[in-house]
């Protein structure tokens, strides 16, 4: 056939698994790759799942000939130069009104300058963040789409048909210019913070209360019967049982502990640092990345810096796993607090228009992050659609109240034991800093002012003042 109703630029896994979702929701769709192996692979991949209306091309001119006009491209290829160089090699080809989709995780700037390159060429352009991972391309995932509204307009019932259904299609239009890849970035920082603060869960009640692996599984599954319900912790559960064929031994003990990151969570902490916004849970998360990707530099500093003894068992073992199971969830809502308030700055300043109740809605399915706990923050946005802080909502206020004994009880016993939380505890810094009404920046201020003459304010009178603080 040589009309397909869309196009897949990127057969990867990623590529290949949404063009057979779309040709299972009834959407012919072509594949094209740079590189005849996955082309091949795609093709064998359709034949084995029976899918009719797909078809690879290893001629990228083949490719944007078979496809009904005005075209429709998405593309699925590593975020930066690659979508560059692989818009510029497409362009020749195209027409008036033809449209591309950047479903990568590509940074939000990047998207902004090549709609408006692609404009002067009368090409629609608009990026959209999709998240789900490879089961998510095939079977359903979260899409977050943003730019050309009209673009979007046309893609709109395909895309529902293929998202994940939760509350219906996990999809929504999240506003003009960059604003898809941003809602996808900070859901990616939100993603790194609940991995960091699950890892430090683990991490507690391994060394400080010697749980196995088979019970760090069973806990982490009784967890997601409860409201730490999510995929997160439903994968954590599994990798626990998980055994090595090599070995023999639990797969987690075989693994090396250095993380590795493919940027969209530095992007978060690099925007909210541009915004103001703070973000300390999703920012350790980043650094924890960091601090584990460095073996050598730990190894020798191991040898060195002296801590506490580290004894596992030492503690009651039921009560640590209960205030553990406090202090992930209270930190974990700091941490969705804090990229909710960067969603709303970012579309505050760039006039993005972006609803936080149904970005809440669209994450309960299909996505990496998808909870029971969205649910509660889509009802707090329900509630009170300006809410300034998501931990002011009335249940999350009465949530931590509840949660902070054990949240303050396992950062105190993990600090004193030396095992990091850096998640836990700088989540637990910003709940304390969010309630203290005053902080000690007085003496920050007194400070810029001595060295700088950079000014302060006084609590008894309006104005600037300056202070010649080394005059007798
Ligand atoms: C998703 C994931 C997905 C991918 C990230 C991982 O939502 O499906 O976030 O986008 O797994 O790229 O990012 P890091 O490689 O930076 O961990």
């Given at each position: 056939m040589s009309d397909y109703e869309v196009g897949m630029v990127g057969l990867g896994v990623m590529g290949q698994n949404l063009a057979l979702n779309l040709d299972e929701k009834g959407f012919s769709c072509a594949g094209w790759d740079a590189w005849p192996e996955p082309v091949d692979k795609f093709d064998a991949k359709a034949e084995r799942e029976g899918a009719t209306n797909v078809k690879g091309f290893k001629e990228l001119k083949d490719f944007v000939a078979s496809l009904r006009r005005p075209r429709r491209i998405i593309l699925l290829v590593k975020a930066g130069e690659v979508v560059d160089k692989t818009l510029a090699a497409l362009l020749p080809l195209l027409s008036k009104d033809d449209m591309i989709v950047d479903a990568g995780n590509e940074f939000f700037q990047n998207t902004e300058r090549r709609a408006k390159e692609l404009a002067l060429h009368e090409i629609r352009f608009f990026g959209m963040g999709v998240s789900g991972g490879e089961e998510g391309a095939r079977h359903g995932p979260s899409m977050m789409p943003g730019g050309d509204r009209a673009g979007y307009d046309a893609m709109a019932p395909m895309l529902k048909k293929v998202a994940a259904q939760v509350d219906g299609p996990c999809v929504t239009y999240c506003g003009p210019g960059g604003a898809g890849h941003y809602v996808k970035m900070v859901h990616n920082g939100i993603e790194y913070a609940d991995m960091q603060l699950i890892a430090e869960a683990y991490d507690v009640m391994k060394t400080l209360g010697g749980l196995t692996n088979a019970e760090l599984a069973d806990t982490f599954s009784e967890w997601n019967a409860g409201e730490l319900q999510s995929f997160l912790i439903e994968i954590t559960a599994n990798i626990f049982r998980k055994k090595d064929p090599e070995t023999g031994n639990d797969l987690i003990d075989m693994i090396v502990d250095a993380a590795a990151a493919k940027g969209t969570g530095k992007w978060t902490v690099q925007d909210a640092a541009e915004l103001g916004v703070p973000v300390p849970a999703i920012a350790s998360s980043v650094e924890a990345r960091i601090l584990s990707a460095d073996r050598k530099g730990r190894a020798s500093a191991s040898k060195l810096l002296v801590g506490p003894a580290m004894r596992a068992g030492s503690t009651d073992k039921k009560a640590l796993i209960a205030e553990v199971r406090a202090a992930l969830y209270a930190a974990k809502a700091c941490s969705y607090a804090q990229g909710m308030n960067l969603l709303r700055a970012a579309s505050n300043t760039r006039a993005w228009g972006i609803n936080l109740g149904e970005l809440a809605r669209i994450w309960k399915?299909?996505?990496?992050?998808?909870?029971?706990f969205l649910g509660r923050i889509k009802d707090a946005y329900d509630r009170?659609?300006?809410?300034?802080?998501?931990?002011?909502?009335a249940d999350f206020q009465r949530e931590l109240a509840e949660r902070q004994r054990g949240w303050r009880s396992t950062v105190v016993q993990a600090t004193l034991a030396g095992v990091p939380v850096t998640a836990m505890s700088g989540s637990l810094g910003y709940y304390d800093s969010l309630r203290r009404e005053r902080l000690p920046a007085n003496l920050t201020q007194a400070q810029r002012d001595y060295f700088g003459a950079h000014t302060y304010e006084r609590i008894d009178k309006p104005g600037s003042f300056h202070t010649e603080w080394s005059a007798k």
């Open positions: 399915g299909g996505c990496i992050i998808r909870a029971q009170d659609p300006a809410l300034g802080n998501l931990l002011l909502d």
